[in-house]
């Protein structure tokens, strides 16, 4: 090799080292964030909240060399799921800052949006309400070859619509009776639907609470709803036993997450979830890269300075 083609190589070996990094990074990003909210924990901790935690949290190596290799195995389930043109359903339930979004967004971090979306409906409007209490939701269902995440579902009839006051009891018995039937037919029409309830304790959620008051960052997850649901934390425990008891089939069955430790939760569910659909290589064929074409009579326009975003950093 001469001087200029190790130039080159190691320019281009340079290159793919910034873009792993940056692929790093993203999550990084998200460590670092939760950091800064684990010293605010600290410190609320030391003026008088009570510390739920009870156990050591997961190392830091540990917690990332599973995340990363469990992001792989989500990239080649995703490859599947397209290959074999399968339809995947998974519900995200959970009390108020049970952690159902850092779940969520591990698991969307590395996977293409268009094969693997979240569905996190608002209140329903006027039209909706008048509607089939499923309808909303089944236009969200999956298409083949697709993976939906819902962050909530149409389980909040049985929880923040009933203890809520938003529907009458007869509205909630309609629901127990029907969901059922309702995922049986989902699953015998083909879709893979899984079910997952995060949960914590009541001094876990008055901490994270706590937390979104004190951060400027994270004020605006916590909603009127959310000030209410504290209040009401035995309604919600008898909805969410409630709806466990009567929803709980074989055909859809729940599976519940220990969510106060977040680290674990995220691994924990994340890896159940992948051992839930068989899946393998999918073969891809080679790709390779043709050569630019270039014209001797092309010349380049100049962008005028002023289009430039100012590079401050």
């Known amino acids: 090799m001469n001087d200029a083609s190790d130039h080159t190589t190691a320019m281009a070996t340079d290159a793919i080292r910034r873009e792993i990094m940056d692929s790093f990074d993203e999550e990084l990003e998200m460590e670092f964030e939760e950091e800064r909210l684990a010293r605010l924990a600290d410190d609320l901790v030391s003026e008088g909240a009570a510390d739920p935690s009870g156990s050591a949290g997961l190392d830091r190596r540990v917690y990332f060399r599973e995340l990363f290799r469990l992001q792989h195995e989500l990239v080649r389930l995703q490859d599947w799921v397209q290959s074999q043109k399968l339809r995947v359903v998974v519900i995200f339930e959970g009390r108020d800052s049970a952690g159902k979004g850092g779940v969520i967004k591990r698991i969307t971090q590395r996977l293409n949006p268009r094969v693997c979306r979240v569905a996190a409906l608002p209140a329903p409007n006027e039209r909706e309400r008048t509607q089939w209490y499923f309808q909303r939701y089944v236009a969200h269902l999956p298409a083949a070859g697709e ?12 929880g923040v619509e009933r203890v809520m006051g938003f529907c009458s009891e ?26 997952y309830w995060f949960s914590i304790t009541d001094a876990e959620q008055a901490l994270r609470f706590q937390m979104r008051i004190h951060d400027p ?7 009127p709803m959310d000030i209410e649901s504290r209040s009401r934390w035995e309604d919600y425990t008898r909805a969410k036993e409630a709806m466990l008891q009567r929803t709980h089939i074989a055909e859809a069955p729940w599976w519940v997450v220990e969510a106060v430790d977040k680290k674990r939760a995220r691994l924990n569910c994340i890896s159940h979830f992948l051992a839930q659909i068989p899946y393998g290589d999918v073969a891809h064929p080679s790709v390779n890269l043709p050569a630019r074409v270039r014209h001797d009579d092309y010349v380049r326009a100049p962008v005028p300075p002023e289009m430039f975003v100012p590079a401050l950093y």
Request: glycine residues 2%; proline residues 2%; positive net charge.
């Open 147 to 158: 993976i939906v995440l819902f962050d909530r579902s149409w389980y909040n009839r049985a």
């Open 170 to 195: 007869a509205e909630v018995e309609e629901f127990f009776r029907s969901v059922p039937e309702f995922e049986r037919m989902l699953v015998r029409s083909g879709i893979v639907l899984l079910k």
């Open 217 to 223: 960052l994270k004020q605006w997850k916590l909603s």
